[in-house]
C-alpha cells in the first residue's frame, strides 16, 4: 500500500506551504465562499465517482437492455410484422406496463432513501469567509483551509500547517498499526510524509490545521480511502437471497431450454414456442427479488427515518430486526451527555478548587471534544486565563490520561488527567493515602458521582511536546466528581427492548462501581460488573464463555468493546452496538448492526450502520420494531414466490409438454405475470402482527426451503387437479382450458398472500387496505377480464359457468389445504 505514496506526482508534501498556496491559487487563509463555489465546479465533488442516482430513462433502458426484455420486444415486433398485430401489440404494451412498474416503485423510494442517507453524510471543518465552519464533505476543495480534530475523518489530502498533539491513524491505508505523530515542516526524506494527512484516515488525538491539496479521487488513497467511510458489504440476508435468485434462475433457464427443445422436435410453431418459453422465463424468474427487497428496504428506511434513525447501508434494516444483544457506552445513552461537575476535592478529601481549577485548564488548552472536558470548561469559564499551551500528551483511551503543559501566573506546569487509578499510580504518594484516594472514589461513585483524578510536577527545562516518561513524580492534586444522571426515558426503553427479545449489555469506559449503580438505576441490576483488566486474562474461549452472563462491563480499552462484540458473535448471536465516541468505533466496525449519533465524532458515525437523531434507546427500540416489520414483509415476497406463483409456472412447462395444445397463450402468460405483480404492490405496506415482532427475526435459507418444499407441491398438485378436471370432467375447448385455468392460477397466486401474510389465522389479522386493494384489483381485473370484449384479443374464450364453478370450488379447496399445512411449513426446526 505504501506505492502511492512514492509516486512523484503525488509528493505534495515535499512543497513548501507557500509553493503550494502559489500551485493551487490560494492563501493561507482559507477560501471565500464565492471561490470555494468556482473550485467545486472546477475539480468536482470530494467523493469517488459520487454514486449518481439514476434518472428514470436510464433506468427504463437498463430494465429494456435485460435479456428477457430484449427477445419480448423482438418477439412482439415480429409477431406484428408478420400479420399477428394485436398478439405483438399486447407484448409490448405488457412490456412497457411491467418496466413502467418497477421504475415507478423502485425510483421513489430508492431516491428518497438515498437522499436520506445523504443527510447524515460526514461534516468537515474548513474556513470559509474568514470563519471556520461545518460544512458536508463532499463540498471540500482544494486550497481550503481545513481543521481536524480527535475523532474525524481526514477529509481530504492536505498539508499540515499547525498541530497539537496531533496522530493519524492510518492503518486501514498503509498497515501501520499505530497512530503516526504528525507535525508541520519540512521534510527531506521522500518517504516521510509526516507533515501530510491523507483522505481517510482518522485524527485519533490532537488538533490539526492544514491546507487541503487533493480532493476526491485525486488523492493518494483515492477509492480506497472512500471505501473506508462507506461500508455496503453484503449481510448473509443478501447473500443468501442472490443465491436463491441464481439457482432459481439457472433452473428456468434449464427448464425453459427443455420446453424449447422438446416443442421443436415435435415439430411445433417455432415462434409460438419460442415466445412460450420466454413468456415462461419471464414468470419464472425471480426478477422483481432484488427490486422487491430494495424498494421494501428503501421503504422501511423511510419509516426508520420518521422514527428518527437515519439507515446508511439498507440490509442493516433486517439485522437489526435481528439483533439478540445491544451492547451500549453509557454516557449519552443511558444518562444524558450533559454531565456537570458537581465537586471538587483535594488530596485530603476535602472541598477546594484547585483540582476542578487545575482540570479546567487542562481541558481549555488542550482537551477533547468528550463530555467531561465540557464539564471542566463549563464548571470554571475562566480558569485558563493567562495560561497558554506550551506542550501537550493527548489523551488516551488505553492508558485512559492525558497532560498538558501549561504556562501561566505559577509558572510552568505539567497536568496530568485522567481515570483516577491511572493517574494515581503516577503520583508520588504512599500507599495509605492512594488507597485512601481510592475509597474516596468508590465513595462517590456509590453516590453515582463519577470521578477523575488531577495530578501535577512543576516543569523545569525547556518547553517541548510531553512525552509519557515526563509523566512521573506527581502530585496529587485531587479529584473532580461529576454528575451525569440516567435519562428519565431510559429505564422503560431498557423493558421495552428486553420484552422484545433484545438483551442489553453495557459496556463502558468509566469505572465498574459507576456502571453497576448506574446500571440498578435504569434497572438493569447486573449481577456484577466485569472490568477491562480481567477480560485482559481471559483467552476469547473464556471470554465467549464469561460474556453470555455478564451484562455489564466497566473500565474497557476500545479494542476490549470490539472483543466483547466478537465474542458474543461467536456464541451465536446477532450483535448491535451503539456508540458515538473515537473509542467506539472498533466495536462500531465489528458488530452485525452498528448504531450511532447525530453530532458523534466522525469515525463513529463512519462505523456506523445507522445513525440516531435523537440520542436514546427509546428510538432504539423503535428501529427494532420497524426492521422486523420490514423484514416480515420481505419474506412474504419470497413466501409467495416459492409458493403458488413458482408452482403454478413449473405446472406450465409440464402441462406444455403433456398438453397437444399450449395450456396458456404467452400474452395470457406474461399478463398474469403482470397482475400478480401488481397485486404484490400492497406488501410494502402490509402490517406485522405483534407476535411476529415480539421476536428477533432472523433469516434462514433452511427455513425457506422447508417453506417452498410444503407449499411448492401443493399448488402444482393443484394445478394437476385442474388440468385434469377441464379436460376430463368439463371437456374443455384449449381456448376455454386456458381462460379457465388463468382464472384459476390467478386466484391461487393472489389469494395465497392472505394465508402467509401471517403465521396465525388469516382472519385474525387484517390486512392493510393497500394490501387488500392491490390484490383484490388485481383479482378483479383477472376475472373480469375474460369475460369482456378485450379478452377476446388476448384469446380468452368465456367458459360455461359450470366449468368455472369448478374453478371456484378448486381454489376455495387450495386455500383451506394451504391454511392446514401452513403451521407445517413454517415451523422452525431448532427452537428460535
Ligand atoms: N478528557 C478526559 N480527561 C480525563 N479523563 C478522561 C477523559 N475522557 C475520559 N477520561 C477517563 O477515561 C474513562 C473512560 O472514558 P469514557 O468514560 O469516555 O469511556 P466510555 O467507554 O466512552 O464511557 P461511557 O460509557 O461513560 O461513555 C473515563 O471514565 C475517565 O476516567
Ligand atoms: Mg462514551
Redesign the pocket.
Known amino acids: 500500500m505504501t506505492k502511492p505514496l512514492n509516486s512523484q506526482a503525488s509528493q505534495f508534501w515535499r512543497l513548501s506551504a507557500d509553493a503550494l498556496c502559489t500551485r493551487l491559487g490560494c492563501s493561507l487563509q482559507g477560501l471565500t465562499g464565492a471561490e470555494a463555489a468556482e473550485r467545486l465546479g472546477r475539480f468536482g465533488p470530494n467523493s469517488d465517482a459520487p454514486p449518481r442516482i439514476e434518472g428514470a430513462m436510464r433506468a427504463i433502458l437498463r430494465r429494456l437492455l435485460e435479456p428477457l426484455s430484449l427477445i419480448l420486444l423482438v418477439a412482439g415486433l415480429v409477431s406484428m410484422l408478420t400479420g399477428d398485430d394485436i398478439g405483438g401489440l399486447i407484448i409490448v404494451l405488457i412490456l412497457a406496463g411491467s418496466i413502467g412498474l418497477d421504475t415507478i416503485q423502485e425510483g421513489h423510494a430508492v431516491r428518497a432513501a438515498e437522499i436520506l442517507r445523504r443527510s447524515v453524510a460526514l461534516k468537515a471543518e474548513v474556513k470559509r469567509d474568514g470563519a471556520f465552519r461545518e460544512i458536508d464533505v463532499e463540498q471540500v476543495v482544494p486550497g481550503d483551509l481545513l481543521r481536524v480534530r480527535a475523532g474525524d475523518i481526514i477529509p481530504a489530502d492536505a498539508l499540515l500547517l499547525e498541530s497539537t498533539a496531533f496522530t493519524a491513524g492510518e492503518a486501514a491505508l498503509t498497515g501501520e498499526p499505530y497512530p503516526v505523530p504528525k507535525r508541520a515542516g519540512g521534510v527531506t526524506d521522500p518517504d516521510d510524509s509526516s507533515n501530510a494527512l491523507f483522505r481517510g484516515a482518522v485524527a485519533q488525538t490532537g488538533e490539526a490545521i492544514a491546507l487541503a491539496v487533493r480532493t476526491g479521487g485525486n488523492t493518494v488513497f483515492g477509492a480506497a480511502a472512500a471505501a473506508l467511510a462507506e461500508t455496503q458489504a453484503r449481510s448473509p440476508f443478501e447473500r443468501d437471497l442472490r443465491e436463491f435468485g441464481l439457482v432459481v434462475a439457472r433452473a428456468t433457464l434449464a427448464l425453459v431450454l427443455i420446453v424449447l427443445t422438446i416443442r421443436v422436435v415435435f415439430g411445433r410453431e417455432i415462434l409460438d414456442s419460442l415466445l412460450f418459453a420466454v413468456a415462461l422465463a419471464v414468470g419464472l424468474t425471480p426478477e422483481l427479488l432484488p427490486m422487491i427487497t430494495t424498494v421494501t428496504l428503501s421503504r422501511g428506511a423511510l419509516r426508520m427515518a420518521g422514527r428518527k434513525v437515519i439507515v446508511k447501508r439498507l440490509a442493516a434494516i433486517h439485522d437489526l430486526g435481528a439483533m439478540t444483544v445491544l451492547c451500549t ?4 445513552t443511558l444518562t444524558s451527555a450533559e454531565i456537570t461537575l458537581a465537586k471538587s476535592i483535594n488530596a485530603a478529601g476535602k472541598d477546594e478548587p484547585r483540582a476542578a481549577q487545575l482540570g479546567a485548564i487542562a481541558a481549555s488548552l488542550g ?2 471534544r ?1 463530555s ?2 465540557a464539564a471542566l470548561t463549563a464548571g470554571r469559564v475562566d480558569a485558563a486565563q493567562g495560561w497558554r499551551l506550551a506542550g501537550q500528551q493527548a ?1 488516551d ?1 488505553s492508558r ?3 497532560s498538558v503543559l501549561a504556562t501561566g501566573p505559577e509558572g510552568t506546569l505539567l497536568i496530568v ?3 483516577p487509578e491511572a493517574v494515581l499510580a503516577l503520583c508520588t504518594m504512599d500507599e495509605c493515602a492512594r488507597e485512601a484516594a481510592m475509597a474516596r472514589v468508590r465513595e462517590l461513585a456509590s453516590e453515582g458521582l ?1 470521578t ?1 483524578a488531577i495530578a501535577s510536577r512543576a516543569w523545569r527545562g525547556p518547553l517541548r511536546e510531553v512525552e509519557t516518561d515526563d509523566e512521573t513524580d506527581l502530585a496529587f492534586e485531587g479529584l473532580c466528581a461529576f454528575a451525569d444522571p440516567p435519562k428519565p426515558t431510559a429505564a422503560a426503553a431498557i423493558a421495552r427492548l428486553a420484552a422484545s427479545g433484545v438483551r442489553l449489555k453495557i459496556l ?4 465498574p462501581v459507576v456502571v453497576k449503580r448506574l446500571a440498578g438505576l435504569v434497572g438493569h441490576n447486573p449481577e456484577r460488573v466485569l472490568s477491562g483488566a480481567e477480560i485482559a486474562e481471559l483467552s476469547d474461549e473464556a471470554l465467549a464463555v464469561r460474556v453470555r452472563t455478564t451484562d455489564a462491563f466497566g473500565r ?1 480499552a476500545p479494542d476490549q468493546k470490539s472483543r466483547i462484540v466478537k465474542a458474543l458473535q461467536a456464541g451465536g448471536e446477532v450483535v448491535g452496538f451503539l456508540g458515538d ?1 473515537i ?2 468505533a472498533p466495536a462500531l466496525k465489528a458488530a452485525d448492526v452498528g448504531l450511532s449519533v447525530d453530532g458523534a465524532t466522525g469515525v463513529a458515525q463512519a462505523a456506523a450502520d445507522m445513525i440516531l437523531l435523537a440520542s436514546d434507546l427509546e428510538v432504539v427500540a423503535d428501529g427494532v420494531e420497524e426492521g422486523r416489520r420490514t423484514f416480515a414483509n420481505i419474506l412474504k415476497y419470497v413466501r409467495m414466490g416459492a409458493s403458488s406463483n413458482f408452482g403454478n409456472m413449473l405446472s406450465m412447462a409440464a402441462a406444455s409438454i403433456a398438453l397437444p395444445f399450449l395450456p396458456m397463450l404467452p400474452t395470457q402468460i406474461l399478463l398474469n405475470n403482470l397482475l400478480y405483480d401488481l397485486s404484490e404492490l400492497g406488501i410494502p405496506f402490509d402490517r406485522v402482527s405483534a407476535q411476529v415482532t415480539a421476536q428477533p427475526q432472523v433469516w434462514s435459507m433452511s427455513r425457506l426451503v422447508r417453506f417452498a418444499a410444503i407449499m411448492g407441491p401443493l399448488s402444482s398438485v393443484f394445478d394437476a387437479l385442474t388440468f385434469v378436471a377441464l379436460l376430463m370432467l368439463f371437456k374443455a375447448s384449449p381456448g376455454e382450458f386456458r381462460t379457465a385455468w388463468f382464472v384459476e392460477s390467478m386466484a391461487t397466486q393472489i389469494l395465497v398472500i392472505f394465508i402467509i401474510r401471517t403465521n396465525g389465522r388469516p382472519w385474525r389479522n387484517r390486512p392493510d387496505p393497500a394490501l387488500a386493494a392491490s390484490s383484490l384489483t388485481a383479482l378483479l381485473a383477472a376475472m373480469v377480464l375474460p369475460f369482456t370484449p378485450l379478452g377476446a384479443w388476448f384469446g380468452f374464450v368465456a367458459p360455461p359457468p359450470i366449468m368455472m364453478a369448478g374453478v371456484a370450488l378448486l381454489v376455495v379447496v387450495y386455500l383451506a389445504c394451504a391454511e392446514l399445512l401452513k403451521p407445517f411449513a413454517i415451523r422452525s426446526g431448532r427452537k428460535d
Open positions: 457506552d453509557k454516557t449519552g482537551g477533547d468528550g467531561l472536558d489523551f483511551f485512559r490520561l492525558g488527567k485522567g481515570a463519577r477523575v463502558s469506559g468509566d469505572d474497557l465516541g473509542n467506539d
